[in-house]
């Protein structure tokens, strides 16, 4: 069965670096799209960026572009977010899914949290 286990959250001043990951299992990681997305108290769930099966290919939200890095570990069916210069706008708790937004893989993992504090 599919399940996404995220980590890495944690407290953190403005200006800040955290790295998340997503260990992803029941289904064949290698061959599919990952995401990283984010979900702020009383705001929508928000994807912040792909990236392609083989790695080669990124896309990022412009909030996060050039904060931001996602990479993957086919071998270790791990996906990361490096995140860098921190605001507290970026608090929020973070998932990591299948695709590229317009579908996803259920159930969805617990997330990580991350607090930024200014």
């Known amino acids: 069965q599919v399940q996404f286990v995220e980590s890495g959250g944690g407290l953190v001043q403005s200006g800040g670096s955290l790295r998340l990951s997503c260990a992803a299992s029941?289904?064949?990681?290698?061959?599919?799209?990952m995401s990283w997305y984010r979900q702020a108290p009383g705001k929508e769930r928000e994807l912040l960026a792909h990236?392609?099966?083989?790695?080669?290919?990124?896309n990022y939200t412009d909030s996060v572009k050039d904060r931001f890095t996602i990479s993957r570990d086919n071998a270790k069916n791990t996906v990361y977010l490096q995140m860098k210069h921190l605001r507290p706008e970026d608090a929020a708790v973070y998932y990591c899914?299948?695709?590229?937004?317009?579908?996803?893989?259920?159930?969805w993992g617990q997330g990580t949290l991350v607090t930024v504090s200014s």
């Open positions: 899914n299948a695709g590229r937004g317009r579908w996803y893989l259920e159930p």
């Open positions: 029941g289904f064949t990681f290698s061959t599919y799209y």
């Open positions: 990236i392609s099966p083989d790695g080669d290919r990124t």
